[in-house]
């Protein structure tokens, strides 16, 4: 069995949009994207990101980025020079070939279909370059519109886990999500 790779620098161009690796000077821009009250109320932070918060997490997602074997790629999602969305994939079980994805996208570009193209373009990562088995991805039960975004990337539904995440004092249900890469290359999507 081939073992997980790493990948880096990762640069995964789209249609659209595309992803790449995050930069210093990229700070202001996730500042400002990370403070859209639509987006903040997505997150799962407790507290509204301070400018030095987000300083100090870009320094610590570049720091992960050059771990070996590399743990997550979080990536900023670009059109030409303009940040629309960020993505992720955690490899959560290397002997598992499991990871699990997230995405978000600027609320000036919702309903754009740039949801789906960071979601395809991860998938892409997770099984094309890292060599994951299984790819997994949770969002609220109530949030119809990235449910329609990881059904259009080919994820299946698996259910709700009840009470899944505690965000700012207060327990989530998570709608959970899987595909696996015999889905993504047998026409699962």
């Known amino acids: 069995m081939t073992p997980i790779r790493s990948v880096r620098p990762v640069h995964l161009p789209g249609p659209r ?72 994939l955690a490899v959560t079980s290397v002997e598992h070939r499991r990871g699990e994805i997230g995405y978000a996208v600027r609320t000036a570009s919702w309903g754009a279909g740039l949801g789906t193209e960071i979601t395809r373009l991860l998938l892409d990562l997770a099984f094309t370059q890292v060599g994951l088995h299984r790819v997994e991805a949770t969002t609220r039960p109530d949030n119809v519109a990235s449910r329609r975004v990881l059904e259009k990337a080919g994820l299946r539904p698996e259910g709700v886990s009840r009470d899944h995440l505690l965000v700012r004092g207060v327990w989530r249900d998570s709608a959970r999500y899987a595909i696996l890469a015999a889905d993504r290359f047998h026409g699962g999507d």
Do not use: I, S
């Not at 930069?23 to 799962?44: M, R, S, Y």
């Not at 050059?66 to 979080?74: G, Q």
């Open 17 to 88: 949009c595309a992803l790449r690796e995050w930069t210093a000077a990229d700070a202001p821009v996730l500042h400002a994207f990370l403070t859209e009250p639509a987006v903040a109320d997505g997150l799962l932070d407790d507290e509204t990101p301070t400018p030095e918060a987000v300083r100090a997490a870009l320094a610590a997602w570049r720091e992960a980025a050059a771990a070996e074997p590399r743990p997550e790629y979080r990536l900023a999602a670009v059109d030409g020079d303009r940040l629309v969305g960020l993505g992720g």
